[in-house]
């Protein structure tokens, strides 16, 4: 069913909206593989992707306040099923704009809660783009990210090192670099891949940077590492 036409829908009204979207989409049997892979940690309703972006696209859409969309991505994280965390991640991806520097704390808050990285990495996403829509201000909206570095939660630790994702010339080399040495003792395999995989993007960028900090560098990083920030640079 399609949003309706006038003003915003409540957080509530918008929470009922994508459970009368996506419940009756249930696969029981999906369901059970979609649990395993991610460890028995989560219940699932069995939805592929696919079907879950057409079933609440009408939403996803819908243009929203900054409160109402914030508080919409909370009550679609109390939601036992994964598919409503993804819901919420994709409004939030969508709707980045409308956030602004403030909102960072509430999405950190939201990656400690059913943490684990397929809500973890989009929400770093929109993390990094408000971030990049700030770098103009001149006021270092990173600064943000340096206190995120040194939070005891390991998945903060992990936005931090990917919220320069796609950024391109507009990456900080001075802070990724710094990022990645500091976290480069961390036996984590999340933090590991992380490292790897933010060198490896901005390697896209700049191979001849990325693969002199790598040589420079080598002994500090762990294997999983260098594996990653090497694939497209014939490491």
Not at 19 to 31: G, I, S, T
Not at 129 to 147: C, E
Not at 194 to 208: F, K, M, N, V
Request: overall charge positive.
């Amino acid at each position: 069913m399609p949003p309706p036409a006038g003003s915003p829908p409540s957080a509530k009204a918008l929470t009922a909206a994508f459970q009368a979207a996506l419940a009756p989409l249930a696969d029981v049997e999906r369901a059970a593989p979609m649990r395993a892979y991610m460890r028995d940690q989560f219940d699932f309703l069995g939805i592929p992707t696919p079907a879950r972006r057409h079933a609440t696209a009408a939403w996803i859409k819908q243009k929203l306040p900054a409160s109402t969309l914030i508080a919409t991505a909370q009550s679609l994280w109390r939601l036992p099923q994964r598919e409503y965390q993804y819901a919420a991640a994709d409004l939030l991806a969508r709707q980045w704009a409308t956030l602004s520097l403030d909102d960072i704390p509430t999405l950190l808050a939201l990656v400690q809660q059913k943490s684990w990285w397929d809500t973890v990495d989009p929400l770093a996403g929109v993390v990094g783009d408000i971030l990049r829509a700030h770098l103009p201000d001149g006021n270092d909206p990173q600064v943000l990210m340096d206190a995120a570095l040194n939070h005891d939660n390991l998945w903060v630790r992990r936005v931090a090192m990917l919220h320069q994702l796609g950024w391109r010339s507009d990456t900080d080399t001075a802070r990724l670099w710094r990022y990645a040495l500091q976290l480069a003792p961390e036996a984590d395999f999340f933090i590991r891949k992380a490292i790897g995989w933010a060198l490896r993007d901005y390697a896209r960028h700049a191979p001849d940077a990325v693969r002199a900090f790598l040589n420079q560098h080598r002994p500090a990083l762990s294997a999983l590492t260098l594996r990653e920030a090497g694939k497209h640079l014939g490491e």
